[in-house]
């Protein structure tokens, strides 16, 4: 049974950077990020294979976020730089046991979410 913990997020001017953290316990093989904007789906913003290896970005990110797991602590990241109005969602953590980790239909898990409000 694979659990995730959000921490982070809150409320940051356009322009400035938040990072998440999300703490697992079970069995993962792809960790990754999603979000979802008020009366928007749900979208795949960044993963990775537990692993090691690629990491995956949503177009919409690159370039600003960062995605990084501490596997020692089975803790994924997610640092946000350059944060525009755009990116106002709330996050979830999210996981999957198998598959092609840059597949955002491969994540089954999901945390309870946190809130990233960017002002401008």
């Known amino acids: 049974q694979v659990r995730l913990v959000e921490s982070g997020g809150g409320s940051v001017q356009a322009g400035g950077s938040l990072s998440l953290s999300c703490a697992a316990s079970g069995y993962t093989y792809c960790m990754g990020w999603f979000r979802q904007a008020p009366g928007k789906q749900r979208e795949g913003v960044a993963g990775l294979r537990t692993g090691g290896g690629s990491a995956y970005y949503a177009d919409s990110v690159k370039g600003r976020f960062t995605i990084s797991r501490d596997n020692a602590q089975k803790t994924l990241y997610l640092l946000m730089d350059s944060l525009k109005p755009e990116d106002t969602a709330m996050y979830y953590c999210?996981?999957?046991?198998?598959?092609?980790?840059?597949?955002?239909?491969?994540?089954?898990?999901w945390g309870q979410g946190t809130q990233v409000t960017v002002t401008s």
């Open positions: 999210a996981a999957g046991v198998y598959g092609w980790c840059g597949d955002w239909t491969m994540y089954k898990t």
